[in-house]
C-alpha cells in the first residue's frame, strides 16, 4: 500500500522555525509533482508549495520568503522548511503526490504560538 508519512510539526514561538518531512513508500515520487498543502480549523485546505518532478517550485504568496520546499527523489521525501513562522501558519500540514494518483498523508499540525 502506497503511502505518504509527514513528520516535523510540534508547538514553536512566532518567528522560529520547524521543518517538516515527508517520506513515500512505492513508486512514481521522483516523476511526481510534490506538494504542501494547510488546513487551518475552519478554512478550506490550501496549496502551500510545490515543486515539480524537474524542480520548478511555487510558492503561495503569503510563506514567499519564509518557506522553502525541497524534495530528496533518491530517499523519495519531500521537505518543507519554515522559518519565521506566524500564529497564522497554524495548521495541519499535509504532504500530496499528484501521480499516478492523488495522494495525500495524513497531516502533522504545526501551532505557532504568539
Known sequence: ??????????????????RLSCTASG??????LMAWYRQAPGKQRELVA???????IDYADA?????TISRDNAKKSLYLQMNKLKPED?????CY?????????QGTQ????S
Open 50 to 56: 510545490r515543486i515539480s518532478n524537474g524542480g520548478t
Open 90 to 94: 497554524s495548521a495541519v500540514y499535509y
Open 1 to 18: 500500500q502506497v503511502q505518504l508519512a509527514e513528520s516535523g510539526g510540534g508547538l514553536v514561538q512566532t518567528g522560529g522555525s520547524l
Open 110 to 113: 504545526v501551532t505557532v504560538s
Open 97 to 105: 503526490r499528484a501521480i499516478p494518483v492523488p495522494l495525500w498523508g
Open 63 to 67: 510563506v514567499k520568503g519564509r518557506f
Open 27 to 32: 513508486s512514481f515520487f521522483s516523476m511526481s
